[in-house]
């Protein structure tokens, strides 16, 4: 058991740019979970997915993000002509299908100039 | 909508003291699932202890215990014996059962910091 990874750890941009993080969750695990932590917050739910169905969006999710998970394993979160205000660390989670606990990988911090 | 609050930003202890972290929570569903997470500093966040609303019996994880209050909807971590290592933020977060949202519901934090 490897743990859930994320790339690329860290991403800095200029506003206006468009950037993609991946999300390798662990190797059994069906359900994949993106959030979004800002400073001094506790993280926030963006979408999730069980295999590659979509099932879930946040109202936080604004046309500018988009996220995928192809084959039922890792997961893109795109983010389009990037704002300042989506400087934020970006987690992603797995779990289970039949079992509760969610597991978190490193997250990658996104700033935005 | 279902929420949670963390009603301590910051709480300290002393090493091999005993400290409690508290958390409230607002849902009107009669079952669930209650976690603590700790997010040590640059690192990633972990499961902590869980607690599934229909069990009275409170969940014990070594030197991590929970007082779960379901009437009060309060659900507090109490941390015996604390070492530097506990250090962090720590997370409260609520999760519905399967047939609801799968997404948790945190709180805003509560940092501990441990001094030796």
């Known amino acids: 058991d490897t743990g859930v990874s994320q790339n690329p750890r860290h991403k800095i941009t200029k506003r206006g740019q468009n950037v993609t993080f991946r999300c390798d969750p662990i190797s059994e695990h069906n359900r994949l979970y993106w959030y979004r932590q800002t400073l001094g917050q506790g993280p926030e739910f963006l979408t999730y997915f069980q295999n590659e169905a979509q099932l879930e969006k946040s109202r936080l999710l604004s046309d500018r993000f988009s996220a995928e998970r192809p084959k039922g394993s890792f997961s893109t979160l795109e983010i389009q002509r990037t704002e300042q205000g989506d400087s934020a660390m970006y987690l992603c989670?797995?779990?289970?299908?039949?079992?509760?606990?969610?597991?978190f990988g490193p997250g990658t911090r996104l700033l935005v100039l | 909508a279902q929420t949670v609050t963390q009603s301590q930003p910051e709480m300290s202890v002393q090493e091999a003291e005993t400290v409690t972290l508290s958390c409230t929570y607002d849902t009107s569903e009669s079952d669930y699932y209650l976690f603590w997470y700790k997010q040590p500093p640059s690192r990633q966040m972990i499961l902590v202890i869980r607690q599934e609303a229909y069990k009275q019996q409170n969940a014990t994880e070594n030197r991590f215990s929970v007082n779960f209050q379901k009437a009060a909807k309060s659900f507090s971590l109490k941390i015996s014996d604390s070492q530097l290592g506990d250090a962090a933020m720590y997370f409260c977060a609520y999760r519905a059962t399967q047939g609801g949202s799968e997404k948790l519901v945190f709180g805003k934090g509560t940092k501990l910091t441990v001094n030796p």
């Open positions: 989670a797995s779990s289970h299908t039949l079992a509760e606990t969610q597991y």
